[in-house]
């Protein structure tokens, strides 16, 4: 009976630990889930009440504008440097048309593909697969640009049918305009006609009984040919098989190509269709589809050297659009798998293509790991409970472990309900015996050793735990960026530096070059012998290194004409902030293009003047000056401003005290302008320059830290430009988003 009541009690023990953990476990990921809060979608419809942009399995699919003198060599938007100063996009960048495009519009949406392009005239129309967020069906809308394509306004769906729709290839024949999208699961191909374009169509036409997945037509020689794939019958390679029909009109009667199916090869070579065929020069050239390490991987380009009746043949030839380097951190980073390239009638050439971040069950993959290994940590700790069960009843009973080979009757009672738990308490018990530790001088160490496992087995759940809260909450794993009035931009990342740190500033390219609307690094040389171009082979934009003549920190801000970006970001020398910090930061930046918006936040206040750091300015409710380690500005405002008559006297005093000019910025901006000028973005992860690099190089400006130098600056500031910018006072907590909490 006292085996029984030892086990029993120790039962009790280990069940109420046990409960004890899994709440402790659950507030742990409760409170690990909102310090890391990462925006589930960033192509989140602007409107709260919108139930568009949700993540779903079949991608984040969104679609980007490219230009070209050929349908060969085209480039993205961004390279083209159009600027749009009404949503601040100085210069535009892809995606130009997302999810929250069409669910602002009130046509809640998940995403975006398969876009195809109409021109007339000078308006653009584009039509795309749209999957809708409450129906998890693909639909047809349509948008309009009148702007060669930077902006686009969503129209309305065009087509909602009982079946799934995607791939609406548009055409015109004989001053009728037609739209042929893919139906396969109605089991036919139809063509609908516009009544009223672009937003009304009636059925036309079930031009061929046979479910073509990803259909184009092409007048080529005389005859049309439709090409697509039929994935029905045995032997057929899914999105490795294509077959070609022609006829003498866009209505049929078709009839089979003589070697079909032309293509049933491995599915990434290419079969699957990619978009619309085009001639350039002659030749016809069909984009297809690479299916190989995920759906839609990549578009590749194929010249079409002979087709009739009878013969097909093709070459691949290069695509010309260069591949994403910022791996998920780009819009395209993870796929893209349609094109539709045409000639505008200025001669230029424009497509649409279509990119997601994420490859195909990405977030289904994310959502089991996530779950499994918080199952994983449950599973630990009622293990841990067992193992402290087992020690507690040896404890209790106070003597050493059975000899004989076999639990004691309350164990076997207990384990013989649970024939898992029973083999795990028996090896536990054999391990133990095996020690051989005598019951009197060995408990202590027993005892002490318990909880040693215990500790690390809790300890490990708690890291399973919050690893599984991590890929639950971090949506689809990437950095993406934040648009402003439905467009994204890009900036341009400035820092200054020396030879004498040249593996930290190798660092800190490889790391800013993906933050997502990053488009180029500019490196302002100040002194000693700059590095070959090839030492930043790794960087995902474009780096350029302008060497001054003379060493002065107020070559920052010096005018720099081929700088692309309205955007620019001056940052220290050193100091890490982590992508997703400096997209917020850039976005509100975007809403104030005329203030200083950063994430070291200082006061200046008192008579004379004096600064104080981000926690005794918290105390006083408020600052009024952005300071050294990253701030954004508008480029040419800043350079005009801090290279005025006005600054002259300001330059000469960061020149003598070889600092300050983040605060000579502060003041000349306050000076300018009748509202406030500095604007705080709090970062979620960022490293003080000074505290990283431990050298000269971060000059101690830390806002914990005003040095000597410094405040002699703010003297001399002020009595040269007044105490103005002590009245600019802004508040913490302002912004809606909490982002400046």
Known sequence: MSRHRHFLASAGGALLFV??????????????????????????????????????????????????DSPLSLKPIESWNIWRNSSTACPVANPVFTCASTSDAGSPSNFIADPFLYIDGSSLYLFFETKNSITMQGDIGVAKSSDNGSTWEHLGIILDEEWHLSYPFVFNYRGQIYLMPEGSKKGDLRLYRAVDFPLKWILEKVILDRPLIDTFMVNYQGMYWLFGSDWRGSGVIKNGQLEIWYSSSPFGPWKPHGRNPIHNMDKSLGARNAGRPF????????????????????????????????????????????????????????????????????????????????????????????????????????????????????????????????????????????????????????????????????????????????????????????????????????????????????????????????????????????????????????????????????????????????????????????????????????????????????????????????????????NPLTIQDEKLARTRSGYNMILAGAAFVDGQLASGRYWSEEAISGRKIVDRFSDCEDILMNFLFANMSSSSTAEFVRPAEAMDPWELSGSPVGRGRGMARASPARMNCLIEFSKTYGSRLAGRKSEFGRREDGWDV
């Open 19 to 68: 409960l004890s953990c899994l709440v402790a476990l659950a507030f742990v990921a409760s409170l690990f889930a909102r310090l890391n809060s990462y925006p589930r979608y960033s192509y989140a419809s602007s409107n709260p009440n919108s139930t568009g942009c949700n993540l779903d399995g079949e991608g984040s699919w969104s679609v980007g504008v490219f230009y070209g």
């Open 279 to 606: 001639v350039y020069n002659g030749s016809l050239y069909r984009p297809g589809q690479d299916c190989g390490e995920t759906y839609g991987r990549r578009v590749r380009l194929f010249e079409i050297l002979s087709l009739t009746v009878d013969e097909y043949r093709e070459i691949e030839v290069p695509l010309g659009i260069e591949e994403p380097k910022k791996g998920r951190n780009a819009w395209n980073g993870a796929r893209y798998h349609q094109l539709d390239a045409q000639q505008l009638p200025s001669g230029e050439w424009i497509a649409v293509m279509d990119g997601d971040r994420v490859p195909s069950g990405e977030n289904l993959r994310r959502l089991i790991i996530g779950y499994s290994l918080i199952a994983a940590a449950v599973a630990l700790v009622v293990l841990a409970g067992a193992v402290l069960c087992v020690l507690k009843c040896l404890l209790r009973r106070g003597s050493s472990l059975p000899q004989s080979g076999t639990p004691d009757d309350g164990l076997a009672a207990a384990t013989k309900a649970l024939p898992l738990l029973s083999c795990i308490l028996v090896g536990l018990l054999g391990l133990l015996k095996k020690l051989s530790w005598s019951s009197k001088s060995k408990v202590g160490v027993r005892a002490c050793v318990g909880r040693l496992v215990l500790g690390v087995a809790l300890l490990s759940a708690v890291v399973i735990v919050c690893t599984g809260v991590y890929y639950l909450r971090r949506g689809n794993g990437v950095e993406e960026a934040y648009p402003w009035k439905g467009q994204y931009s890009q900036f341009t990342l400035l820092t200054m530096a020396s030879d004498a740190y040249p593996r930290n500033l190798r660092k800190l390219v490889k790391h800013y070059s993906r933050c997502p609307s990053v488009g180029e690094i500019v490196i302002v040389w100040n002194k000693g012998q700059p590095p070959p171009a090839g030492d930043f082979h790794h960087s995902a934009v474009p780096i350029r290194i302008r060497v001054e003549a003379q060493n002065s920190l107020n070559n920052r801000f010096k005018a720099d004409p081929l700088i692309k970006n309205r955007g620019v970001l001056q940052l220290e020398f050193g100091a890490m902030v982590g992508c997703n910090d400096l997209e917020r930061g850039f976005k509100v930046w975007r809403q104030y293009p005329d203030r200083i918006v950063g994430f070291f936040p200082g006061l200046a206040d008192g």
